[in-house]
């Protein structure tokens, strides 16, 4: 269904006036304040693509709107509020504390649940209102529906600004920022090779600094581009000069991502059996002891990402 048959007919599917009008007006002010945000507005689906399901009493209105309409033509049906909820409208107006102007956002686990298995919802946002759906111009009750609907998709597109930072979280580099001294250039070489051939984008100096790069910033936009930093402890690591630097630049990145970053201990003896000692500012982060195809399993095992899928080679 298009925007013109809608303006037209002013029905969604099997939601007609005046309900109709509500969810059309929603879905403008939606499309409006989605106008000061290109890049956002073209991520969110369209709302006449979704599933809608609008459910109205005397005084309170429900509305569900799926993130998408999976596998099937968008629903948009309207009901009754004894025919959809067992529980007494007055009583779950005073349980979830429906403002009488405004909206609330509702995430009551046993309404999602039966939105998906019942109508295949995906990922449902539902918000109560007052089901106030004719009003006169420059009225109170014109007034509580205008508030009601700004609310209502402010509510709605704060629930997407969530996915979309999620979005946009995935489409970062997802590097794996390798910390080791020179003298340790032969064996993070082979660690980096391998993870490169295990679908990984490791990150190692040589290979991501051009000549003429400022060495801080190149450093930093590393660390930026990264989802873990992996620290070769051996006799010859000290937490000294760049080393220093980048335990800085990724107890930052830790800081900032939280649990989509990952700092990577791992103590590694020399071939006379001789270990290095663990930076203190590092202690707090677990560390483990590690040597050949080993220093693999723990850095995999520590990610906080998962390879690309398989694909069969060309």
């Keep these: 269904m298009s925007w013109s048959d809608f303006m037209e007919g002013k029905h969604f599917g099997s939601i007609y006036r005046p309900y109709a009008d509500w969810v059309g007006d929603f879905a403008l002010r939606v499309d409006n304040i989605l106008g000061a945000d290109p890049s956002f507005a073209r991520y969110v689906q369209p709302l006449i693509e979704r599933d809608l399901l609008l459910i109205h009493g005397d005084s309170l209105a429900v509305l569900a709107v799926s993130r998408s309409a999976y596998r099937h033509y968008p629903l948009r049906e309207t009901h009754n509020w004894d025919k959809f909820f067992t529980v007494d409208e007055t009583k779950f107006t005073n349980t979830l504390r429906i403002p009488v102007d ?28 007052p089901g106030i759906f004719i009003a006169k111009p420059n009225s109170d009750e014109g007034a509580r529906r205008t508030q009601s609907i700004e609310a209502a998709a402010r509510y709605f597109l704060s629930e997407e600004q969530v996915h979309y930072r999620g979005y946009l979280e995935m489409q970062k580099p997802k590097d794996i920022f390798l910390s080791h001294k020179t003298a340790n ?23 991501r600094m051009k000549a003429g790069v400022n060495l801080e910033r190149g450093l930093l936009q590393g660390f930026e581009d990264s989802c873990a930093a992996v620290f070769f402890v051996t006799p010859q690591f000290k937490d000294e000069g760049y080393v ?71």
């Design 102 to 129: 405004g909206a609330i956002v509702i995430k009551e686990p046993s309404i999602l649940q039966h939105l998906e298995k019942s109508f295949f919802f995906t990922q449902p946002f539902v918000v109560g209102f």
């Design 185 to 207: 250039k032969v064996l993070v070489r082979e660690v980096s090779t391998t993870l490169d051939a295990l679908g990984y984008s490791p990150w190692l100096d040589e290979d």
């Design 244 to 314: 220093s630097t980048e335990i800085d630049y990724a107890l930052i990145e830790k800081r900032k991502k939280g649990a989509r970053f990952a700092i990577i201990t791992l103590l590694i003896p020399d071939d006379d059996g001789a270990v290095g000692e663990v930076p203190k500012i590092l202690r707090p982060y677990v560390w483990k002891s590690a040597q050949g195809v080993a220093i693999i399993r723990e850095i995999v095992d520590a990610l906080p990402i998962k390879p690309q899928s398989f694909v069969w080679r060309a």
